[in-house]
């Protein structure tokens, strides 16, 4: 099982302070949690594509090529990559040399984001959210798979004979997750191509999560797969710590209530009961984290938030030392401990390229 670190990249004032970082320093900031991650033994960073402020991601490879040249075990991920507004072409290019520049520990996370207005600004209509979403990817899957495209679809130009180059690395393109939080679209989606679903479940109470994730398990059964088990599902959550969990709600209680996204609404407590928001000491997380198993199931990834609401960097590195330290392995052990026999690993970029390696070997002896 892999476990990581997503951001969204806000620019958001520190409830404490008043004070509000500049984009340079956030920027600066998320290199600087990325390669904390990788220090404290996290498995992946993966990072948000935002075009609007009060975001500062707008271009999720320049960060990640820039994050590979500074680690050699962690992978690279976006949260979000916007099959709705961006090119296919673009995004088969980019993630393959991404691929290549950081040996091929890269993924990459499909979603329509939550920004309404991103579409006109690259020239699409809200309307065609899902249509978009799936002509896209059938376009991109042909555009990695196959060294010559031709292609006619309705949202942009034919191509003729067309070739993205740089090819994936070894062959095999980057693993795609299929990231949706209320859309059983994409959970379809997911499950057609035998991809990934990542349902990110902050905002969300675990029967709606339950819901979501068993659909994509039985879609990827359906057709043809492998079982419900076998899917490859990933969560997400959110968490802050100290080690008295008093302590972790006194501080984090005014990031919370001025939140941009869920301040100003229901109360922390509330809130925490209702989603998978932990606050507390780093055993309570572990315990949280390991009932997500009892309805999703055995999954693959787990995703934590840490850096949002205005928390300062030095407070998000120190949550890492609490995540990597006591946290992450305990969640390994325990995981693993429960794990039935058949339930396949997190995909890594080795294991694939050894799989695809196998599968003419095995048809020619059929």
């Given at each position: 099982?892999?476990?990581g670190?997503?951001t969204?990249?806000?620019?958001t004032?520190?409830p404490t302070?008043?004070?509000v970082?500049?984009?340079?320093?956030?920027?600066k900031a998320?290199?600087a949690?990325?390669?904390?991650?990788?220090e404290?033994g996290l498995d992946?960073f993966?990072?948000?594509e935002?075009?609007?402020?009060?975001?500062v991601p707008?271009?999720?490879?320049?960060?990640?090529g820039y994050?590979?040249?500074?680690?050699?075990n962690?992978?690279l991920?976006?949260s979000?990559?916007?099959?709705?507004t961006?090119?296919p072409?673009k995004?088969?290019?980019?993630?393959?040399?991404?691929?290549?520049?950081?040996?091929?520990?890269?993924?990459?996370?499909?979603g329509?984001?939550?920004?309404?207005?991103?579409?006109?600004?690259?020239?699409?209509?809200?309307?065609?959210?899902?249509d978009l979403a799936?002509?896209n990817?059938?376009?991109?899957?042909?555009?990695w798979d196959e060294?010559?495209v031709?292609?006619?679809?309705k949202?942009?130009?034919?191509?003729?004979?067309?070739?993205?180059?740089?090819?994936?690395?070894?062959?095999?393109?980057?693993?795609v997750?299929?990231?949706?939080?209320?859309?059983?679209e994409?959970?379809?989606?997911?499950?057609?191509?035998?991809d990934?679903f990542?349902?990110?479940?902050?905002?969300?109470?675990?029967?709606?999560?339950?819901r979501?994730?068993d659909?994509?398990?039985?879609?990827?059964?359906h057709?043809?797969?492998?079982?419900p088990e076998?899917?490859?599902?990933?969560?997400?959550?959110?968490?802050f710590?100290a080690?008295?969990?008093?302590?972790?709600v006194?501080?984090?209680?005014?990031?919370?209530?001025?939140?941009?996204?869920?301040?100003?609404?229901?109360?922390?407590?509330?809130?925490?009961?209702?989603?998978?928001l932990?606050?507390?000491?780093?055993?309570?997380?572990?315990?949280?984290?390991l009932?997500?198993?009892?309805y999703?199931?055995d999954y693959q990834?787990?995703l934590?938030?840490?850096?949002?609401?205005?928390l300062?960097?030095k407070?998000?590195?120190?949550?890492l030392d609490?995540?990597g330290?006591e946290?992450v392995?305990v969640?390994r052990?325990?995981?693993?401990?429960?794990?039935?026999?058949?339930?396949?690993?997190?995909p890594?970029?080795?294991?694939?390229?050894?799989a695809?390696?196998?599968?003419?070997k095995?048809?020619?002896?059929?």
């Amino acid at each position: 099982m892999q476990f990581g670190i997503f951001t969204v990249g806000d620019v958001t004032a520190d409830p404490t302070t008043g004070r509000v970082p500049g984009e340079h320093e956030r920027i600066k900031a998320m290199l600087a949690i990325a390669q904390k991650a990788e220090e404290v033994g996290l498995d992946v960073f993966a990072t948000g594509e935002h075009h609007n402020p009060p975001f500062v991601p707008s271009s999720p490879t320049t960060m990640l090529g820039y994050i590979a040249a500074r680690t050699e075990n962690l992978i690279l991920s976006t949260s979000t990559t916007l099959i709705t507004t961006n090119d296919p072409v673009k995004i088969a290019e980019d993630f393959a040399m991404l691929q290549h520049v950081a040996d091929g520990r890269v993924d990459v996370m499909m979603g329509r984001g939550n920004t309404g207005p991103v579409y006109p600004w690259f020239g699409k209509d809200i309307r065609d959210g899902i249509d978009l979403a799936v002509e896209n990817y059938a376009l991109l899957r042909r555009l990695w798979d196959e060294d010559t495209v031709t292609w006619n679809g309705k949202f942009r130009t034919p191509l003729q004979s067309f070739t993205s180059t740089p090819r994936p690395l070894d062959g095999v393109a980057p693993f795609v997750w299929h990231g949706s939080i209320r859309s059983p679209e994409i959970a379809e989606q997911a499950a057609y191509y035998g991809d990934g679903f990542f349902h990110n479940n902050i905002f969300w109470p675990a029967s709606h999560t339950r819901r979501m994730v068993d659909l994509y398990r039985q879609r990827y059964a359906h057709y043809g797969h492998g079982t419900p088990e076998q899917a490859i599902v990933g969560l997400g959550g959110q968490v802050f710590m100290a080690h008295n969990s008093q302590d972790a709600v006194r501080t984090f209680r005014p990031y919370f209530d001025n939140a941009p996204v869920y301040g100003h609404g229901p109360s922390l407590e509330e809130f925490t009961s209702q989603t998978p928001l932990t606050v507390g000491s780093p055993q309570q997380v572990i315990e949280r984290t390991l009932s997500f198993r009892d309805y999703a199931g055995d999954y693959q990834r787990q995703l934590f938030l840490i850096d949002h609401a205005g928390l300062p960097l030095k407070t998000v590195l120190e949550q890492l030392d609490l995540l990597g330290e006591e946290v992450v392995p305990v969640l390994r052990k325990e995981f693993a401990s429960l794990r039935p026999a058949g339930v396949p690993s997190a995909p890594t970029h080795p294991a694939r390229v050894a799989a695809a390696r196998r599968i003419p070997k095995e048809n020619a002896q059929a």
